[in-house]
C-alpha cells in the first residue's frame, strides 16, 4: 500500500513547481511522502501543515455543522506556497515555487486525493 501512495505523491510531485509533496493524518503524523524529500524535512512538513489546518479551524469554528476546510493556501515570504487539501482522514500537503500554476495544481490535488482515499480509508 506503501508503494501505491508513494507512487501517486511522485506523479503530484512530477507537477512544474512542486517542490514536496506529504500525506498526513490529522493529528500530523508523516503517513507517505513523495521519494525526493527527505524524511527529516518530511516530518517537519506533517507537524507543520497539521497544526496549521488545526489552528486554522479552531479559530473559524462557526459551530455549524458540515463545514470544514476543504483547502488551505498559505502564501509566505520568499518563493514558496503552502497548499493543503482536506479529506476527512489525511491531509495532502504540498510545497510549490510561488509562481506555480494554482488551478492545475488544484486540479491535479483533487486527482490525487481521489486515488489515495481508497487505500488510506481501509
Known amino acids: 500500500m506503501l508503494q501505491a501512495i508513494t507512487k501517486i505523491l511522485n506523479n503530484l510531485k512530477s507537477v512544474d513547481g512542486v517542490q514536496a509533496c506529504v500525506v498526513v493524518d490529522r493529528d500530523g503524523l508523516l503517513i507517505a511522502k513523495e521519494e525526493s524529500t527527505e524524511m527529516n524535512n518530511a516530518e517537519e512538513l506533517a ?33 514558496e506556497k503552502l497548499i493543503m487539501s482536506v479529506s476527512s482522514l489525511f491531509i495532502l500537503a504540498v510545497m510549490a515555487r510561488s509562481n506555480i ?17 481508497p487505500l488510506l480509508e481501509s
Open 47 to 79: 507537524s507543520l501543515f497539521a497544526r496549521a489546518i488545526h489552528s486554522f479551524e479552531r479559530s473559524t469554528k462557526t459551530g455549524l455543522k458540515g463545514e470544514s476546510i476543504q483547502q488551505l493556501i498559505i502564501e509566505r515570504q520568499g518563493d
Open 101 to 117: 500554476n494554482l488551478g492545475l495544481l488544484r486540479i491535479e490535488m483533487k486527482e490525487t486525493i481521489r486515488l489515495l482515499t
